[in-house]
């Protein structure tokens, strides 16, 4: 077994001295580290083709082992891709940074409107956007509320916001329809805006959004800067696992890691929310396009057949509500892969004649359509492979785990530590599979249903918001990955106590190995479809400052303890009685509130509902001061929190 080891214990060891040597910014150090992964990779698959398939006939093993090989081919070639996207990265803030002290010229700033989507979000939702995007620190820009969902209340809000309120007749087209509905408007009007932000619903605009966004439009070669989508509460994965403090959102490595990358390349692309885009190339292609139910990305090849690039400012200038419960995150992903489908059949497909795209945007679609038919595809074998040789005998790979750790092991070793590396731990193996197998059945279905129907499908909202103050249980999901697990362990159960047969002793190692990998997954899995109480209607942020708080005539100081949009927390040894108005200075400005509770060692406030200190609120708590990011991850705590969650 250590000759079976040594390889893989090398490749660790060479890790452990180079990485720290090298810096993550220097696209020869990652395209050195990415040529090793693919060269321990190649020496992997080449070993897997020449010596583990099934003899040729229509046999069982045969059967199922040369699918397998062939979709586990499929993926590997999707993880080449990524190595070689990730081989670059850049960072546009030094370029913005010195664009905006340069000395400003007496030009009137151009004209922005920006764009707020909305169908069926609630109040609390479309009140902050708005009050965040009329606090824009920026001269000369109209907000718009396109409001699909014609809602009196929300016209009324809007004029009470100082806001642009506009809807329409149908809801053609779902979210791009109502773009273009709103393009030809402002078309229409005197003052023609010459960009155009998309914000949805739920992403509020920090005050230097359009600021910085713009000074990368001076390029008359940019069509659309993105930024990326950070978000002010957990997701179903850190939340459900009790794992917000240690592992960030699931969108964090396509964010902060992969869209820098793919900018590097020049096929960054446009995400919708949170983007700006140059209005006269909208015009030139017609407007946001409708043939696919992720019109944003389709926006970014469009342009760039008209000469327009995307550029991405990887800069949290937005914060927005990522999806809160396992139903909503596995909609929306399943809406990115079946939009992504009819791209890739549609006209601006890597394959279409008719598409004026360069050789590097096909090989980037590519790239997209590996990472979701191959890759999820084999994982699916991954569950079903070692059921069928511990229940029936069926051996779709011909080695023995000591065969299979001496080549496999190298290249998953220095893999894992090279996508650590450069994500700075935003990429870990098991974390991987859990938030790929959560999202599996709902992206195969849109894989089959986008390439066989690319077209007739109906754009499906992501809800946002709504009552989520007790635990519950996603149903359809457990009963897929609950009985999965209890299919590995009987399979288990059954080859190695119930019907043990010298084959499974003497190749039954990789299956077990195999199998109990996958059983760790699936529990973790398991445990996510139990939805956790979100108690709080307003994310909750701990804080430790000195606060001063006026009672009266009197002022002292107490400590903040915890804070949101709707109240805060105090420590403080003589509390005032509940009912006690007060004024608090957070948010660096002073804040009408009113006691309503007391804790162990203070007391709880409720802002006042005023309109002005709801405004002045929101706009001081998106200005960023109070959202942490993660500047790194480690796995000891994340794996302690797994720990934790399997058996505390």
């Known amino acids: 077994m250590m000759a079976a080891l040594a390889p893989g214990l090398v490749a660790f060891g060479a890790c452990l001295a180079l990485l720290p040597l090298l810096k993550r910014e220097s696209s020869l150090a990652r395209a050195a580290m990415a040529t090793m992964s693919v060269a321990l ?30 979709a586990e081919g499929a993926s590997l070639i999707a993880v080449c891709l990524s190595l070689l996207f990730l081989s670059r990265t850049i960072d546009r803030s030094p370029e913005v940074n010195a664009i905006l002290r340069r000395p400003r010229v007496a030009a009137p700033a151009p004209l922005v409107d920006v764009f707020i989507c909305t169908y069926n979000e609630e109040k609390a939702i479309l009140e902050r956007t708005i009050i965040g995007a009329t606090g824009i620190n920026y001269p000369n820009y109209r907000v718009w509320v396109l409001d699909d969902g014609r809602r009196l209340w929300l016209r009324r809000l809007a004029e009470e916001l100082g806001c642009h309120y506009l809807t329409r007749p149908d809801n053609r087209h779902a979210k791009a329809g109502n773009i273009n509905h709103a393009l030809r408007h402002v078309a229409d009007l005197r003052d023609k805006p010459e960009f155009v932000s998309i914000l949805d619903a739920d ?12 000074s990368l439009m001076q390029d008359d070669g940019v069509g659309v800067v993105q930024t990326p989508q950070h978000f002010i509460n957990p997701d179903p994965i850190q939340s459900n696992l009790a794992a917000t403090d240690v592992w960030p959102d699931e969108q964090r490595f396509f964010f902060d890691i992969l869209m820098p990358a793919k900018d590097a390349w020049g096929t960054a692309f446009c995400c919708g929310t949170s983007s700006l885009i140059r209005s006269s190339g909208l015009e030139r292609i017609g407007g946001f396009p409708t043939d696919s139910v992720t ?41 990115w892969c ?47 492979v070692p059921w069928l040789f511990l ?23 220095w893999h894992a530590f090279t996508m650590a590396w450069i994500s700075r731990g935003r990429s870990l193996a098991i974390m991987t599979d859990v938030s790929q197998y959560i999202a599996m059945p709902a992206v195969l279905k849109a894989v089959a249903t986008g390439l066989a129907r690319p077209q007739g499908h109906k754009f499906k909202v992501t ?12 149903w ?48 973790i899995v398991c445990f996510i479809c139990i939805e956790q109480p979100r108690r709080r209607k307003a994310e909750r942020f701990e804080r430790d400052e000195p606060v001063l708080i006026q009672q009266g005539a009197a002022s002292r100081l107490v400590r903040l303890a915890d804070i949101s949009i709707t109240g805060a927390r105090f420590i403080d040894p003589a509390p005032p009685t509940i009912g006690t108005p007060i004024k608090c200075n957070v948010y660096g400005q002073s804040v009408v509130a009113v006691v309503v509770r007391h804790t162990g060692n203070g007391f709880g406030v409720r802002f006042e509902d005023a309109v002005a200190t709801r405004v002045n609120v929101v706009r001081a708590f998106y200005a960023g001061e109070y959202v942490s990011a993660f500047q790194g991850v480690r796995a000891a705590p994340v794996g302690r929190a797994l720990l934790m969650r399997l058996f505390g």
């Open 391 to 413: 229940l029936f005998g069926i051996k779709a790979v011909y080695a023995d785990l000591p065969e299979l750790l001496k080549y496999f092991l190298p290249f998953y070793v």
């Open 476 to 523: 359809p999901l457990l009963r897929i990955y609950g009985a999965a697990l209890l299919i590995t362990l009987f399979a288990i159960a059954y080859a190695f106590i119930l019907h043990l047969r010298g084959e499974s002793i003497a190749y039954g190692g990789l299956a077990l190995a195999w199998s109990l990998y996958n059983c760790v997954v699936l529990a």
């Open 338 to 384: 079946l939009g992504f489908m009819q791209i890739f059949r549609g006209r601006s497909g890597p394959f279409s004649l008719q598409s004026r795209l360069d050789f590097i945007d096909r090989l980037s679609l590519v790239d997209a359509f590996m990472s979701w038919a191959a890759v999820y595809g084999t994982k699916a074998f991954g569950l079903v």
């Open 295 to 335: 019109e944003d990305y389709l926006v970014t090849l469009r342009l760039k057949e008209q000469g327009l690039r995307t550029v991405y400012l990887n800069e949290r200038l937005t914060l927005g509500l990522a999806p809160e419960g396992l139903k909503e995150y596995i909609t929306q992903r399943g809406r």
């Open 203 to 214: 992403f509020v605009p920090m005050p230097e959004f359009l600021t910085r966004a713009m």
């Open 41 to 70: 990779l190649l020496r992997y698959f080449v070993w897997r083709v020449t010596h583990t398939l099934p003899p040729p006939g229509l046999t069982a093993d045969a059967i199922v082992g040369y699918p397998f090989m062939l």
């Open 463 to 474: 809800a946002k918001g709504g009552d989520r103050n007790r635990r519950f249980i996603e």
